[in-house]
């Protein structure tokens, strides 16, 4: 299974949910592999430096590629919006981070419009919210509404704004411990379903 964190936007947590999300499977013992899609690399760096994942050059057996994605587009260009429509044709679950404020969503909106118009029939799209600040008149509004205005149904386990996300980077999985951590595996196994 190809799971593709996506965003026309930078810094939504592209990055941060794949590196989570391939922590929780392999800690489930499941065969994961990273696909890193993004020029930066900074998902490779991770794998091979932090999280000890396997690349998917290293192991192409892997039964769960976690594919990131860069931001920072401009999906008008052409050969941009070509990298994207094939990544989209070969993805089994297209993840669509988003933020939740009016801005954030907004930006989300392109890449939905391409998820919905080159995703394969047999494969799911959902939006992922992250960041979220619950006690936020931004972080109280209905995720289900908020979903509506893409038409891509929003997954019901979302991420809070948690410094045990942000320091997942630097420290992996052991940093991400108690309820943090039980978001994230009840995340990666919906996202599995
Ligand atoms: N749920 C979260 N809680 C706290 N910090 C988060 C969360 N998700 C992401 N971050 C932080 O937000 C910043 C941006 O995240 P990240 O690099 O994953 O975004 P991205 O979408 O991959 O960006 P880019 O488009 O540049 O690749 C990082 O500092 C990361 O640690
Ligand atoms: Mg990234």
Known sequence: MHIAFLNQKGGVGKSTVALLVASALKSASLPVA????????????????????PLMSNFPEAEVVIID???????????????????????????????????????????????????????KSKLLFNKVRSNTIVGKQSQKALAAQVNISALT???????????ASS???????GKDRARVVNLAMEILK
């Open 69 to 123: 994605t860069p931001g920072h587009l401009d999906l008008d260009k052409k050969g941009i919006r070509d990298k994207f429509v094939d990544l989209i044709k070969r993805a089994d679950r297209l993840i669509l981070v988003t933020e939740m404020s009016p801005m954030a969503f907004h930006g989300t909106i392109p890449m939905a419009e391409l998820i919905k118009e080159y995703k394969r029939p047999s494969a």
């Open 171 to 177: 420290l992996g999985w052991k940093s991400v411990v």
């Open 34 to 53: 990273i696909d890193d899609q993004d020029p930066q690399g900074s998902l490779s760096w991770w794998a091979q430096n932090v999280g000890q994942v």
């Open 157 to 167: 386990n979302f991420l809070p704004l948690a410094s045990a996300y942000d320091l």
